[in-house]
């Protein structure tokens, strides 16, 4: 059974950090792409970043490039955001989705940024 987990969501003021975490099983993580996408109230699902599967290659939307970071540790099925200088505009509901030959996506953890 395929399962991603988000965590690390939370409210944090404008200009703090924040890290999320997907954690991953059953399928083999380590050959699968994984991505952050985003969901604010009211707009479509965005691409936030993403990291291929061995973590040669990432990609972020131009929006976050600079405040945050993806990473990936395949010995713990895990992949994260890092994320700096949050803005109110960052206040979304967070995903971790899985892409190879099929989509996998998480539940979404919130990130809140406000004072």
């Known amino acids: 059974q395929v399962q991603l987990v988000e965590s690390g969501g939370g409210l944090v003021q404008p200009g703090g950090s924040l890290t999320l975490s997907c954690g991953a099983s059953?399928?083999?993580?380590?050959?699968?792409?994984m991505s952050w996408y985003r969901q604010a109230p009211g707009k479509e699902r965005e691409l936030v970043a993403l990291?291929?599967?061995?973590?040669?290659?990432?990609n972020y939307a131009d929006s976050v490039k600079g405040r945050f970071t993806i990473s990936r540790d395949n010995g713990k099925n895990t992949v994260y955001l890092q994320m700096t200088s949050l803005k109110p505009e960052d206040t979304a509901l967070y995903f971790c989705?899985?892409?190879?030959?099929?989509?996998?996506w998480g539940q979404g953890t919130q990130v809140t940024v406000s004072s």
């Open positions: 989705k899985a892409s190879l030959f099929k989509q996998y």
């Open positions: 990291i291929t599967g061995g973590g040669g290659s990432t």
């Open positions: 059953g399928f083999t993580f380590s050959s699968y792409t």
